[in-house]
């Protein structure tokens, strides 16, 4: 089909063409940049956390009954029950391994020298016994696990002499893979690494610089909210959670499980609801598309629309001179077409504008060209369904009818 008359035709209508192609690319701009912070934020949320979470069940509580005036006896106290409990857990039927376990990270840093001047990486530090890394189920790459004659335990005692990395934060301290059996620092405190684990996701997600540097000290800490770690046999969290609940308190009930955001829970839920606020936003900016794209289709339908009624003669001298339905329908679509391909590069040139004003104003990452593109092509495919109609019912028009409508 010639082009020609079309631009011709677009030509007197400069107004509406220019509006319609300034929305595709304004929708383009925006859809393009919120697609990839969706797709950065499902990756985000569901990248593995190096952990067995099949199963993992995570416990807090909060003793009652204790005073902090109690000192040194105060930790003894409470050591010698979390001992009992995680004796109590361990012999329950449905529970495979328990571990002492620090429920959230704490973040600190961990260098090559005393004085960190030198090489000085951030991590996030986990707290256990010797059961801590099958318990979570962390793989293992090199070295051992804690002996259990290696556990300290206490309030407030980080600086253990020996630890377990993740790989990631071994390649950073050591490059060339001999991070096994090195001497680091941690408040200028010496400590070698005994052991190397694949992969333990930190709780500093939104930081992607040192998201999977984990530090594992042997510490079974002793404060008046204490946490455990369970694996339950395949096939049996649910029952394995309800065992424990009742154990714990049936070798001491003074001690407070609120289970909005403590007691027992499988691992799986408590990341979820970690991710609550990007799942959140996630939904929200795809409302937000959904809606663009829609108006946008809208636009595009009445436009059609209006030119289809406008052009009834000229349709029906066409139809009259000989032209198929499906010239008409051709006609209506390649219009569109040339109207939304304008609109898709003014988009793309946009859509990488507008992540760059991002990225210097709100440290966003880098839009790969790949979402630029899928934008683009969304566009084009939206525009062809959306003049589908209208064109179908121009192409529709009798050559008498449209005739003598004029």
């Known amino acids: 089909m010639n082009v020609y008359p079309i631009l011709m ?6 107004v509406a063409v220019l509006l319609i192609v300034s929305q595709i690319a304004l929708t383009l701009a925006i859809v393009a940049n919120a697609f990839f912070l969706i797709g950065h934020t499902i990756e985000h949320m569901t990248r593995p956390s190096g952990r067995q979470e099949d199963g993992l069940i995570v416990v807090l509580q909060k003793w009652t009954g204790l005073s902090d005036n109690d000192g040194a006896a105060l930790v003894e106290k409470i050591d010698a029950s979390q001992r009992t409990d995680l004796a109590a857990i361990r012999n329950l039927p449905d529970v495979q391994e ?7 990270d704490d973040a600190g840093t961990i260098s090559l020298d005393a004085d960190g001047k030198g090489k000085l990486v951030q991590a996030g530090y986990f707290y256990g016994d010797e059961h801590l890394r099958s318990t979570l189920g962390l793989h293992l790459v090199a070295g051992r696990d804690f002996f259990a004659d290696e556990i300290r335990h206490g309030e407030g005692l980080p600086g253990s002499p020996i630890v377990i990395v993740s790989r990631p934060l071994a390649n950073q301290l050591f490059p060339h893979g001999n991070a096994l059996g090195q001497t680091v620092y941690q408040d200028s405190k010496p400590a070698t690494i ?29 404060g008046l909210w204490t946490a455990y770690a369970a694996r339950a046999r395949p096939g049996r969290t649910t029952e394995a959670m309800r065992e424990i609940h009742k154990a714990l308190f049936a070798v001491k009930p003074m001690r407070h499980m609120p289970q909005a955001w403590a007691g027992v829970h499988r691992f799986s ?15 929200l900016i795809g409302v937000i598309c959904v809606i663009l794209l829609s108006v946008t289709a809208a636009g595009i339908v009445g436009l059609t629309s209006f030119w289809v009624t406008q052009r009834h003669r000229q349709i029906g001298v066409r139809r009259a001179l000989g032209a198929r339905k499906i010239d008409i329908l051709r006609y209506f679509q390649i219009e569109i077409l040339l109207i939304a391909g304008a609109g898709a590069i003014i988009g793309a040139l946009g859509a990488v504008g507008l992540n760059t004003w991002l990225m210097r104003r709100y440290e966003m990452l880098h839009l790969p060209l790949f979402y630029v593109a899928i934008g683009a092509l969304v566009m084009l495919v939206l525009g062809q369904v959306a003049v589908l109609v209208p064109a179908r019912r121009a192409s529709n028009v009798p050559p008498v009818v449209a005739t003598r409508s004029v």
Not at 98 to 104: G, K, L
Not at 269 to 283: H, Q, T, W
């Open 9 to 14: 035709a677009l030509r007197r209508h400069k």
């Open 98 to 104: 328990v571990a002492a376990s620090s429920q959230e």
């Open 194 to 222: 005994v052991g190397i684990v694949e992969r333990l996701q930190t709780s500093m997600g939104e930081d992607t610089n040192w998201e999977f540097n984990a530090v594992m000290e042997p510490l079974r800490e002793d």
């Open 269 to 283: 839920e408590k990341r979820a609801r970690g991710f609550s606020e990007e799942r959140g936003i996630a939904v």
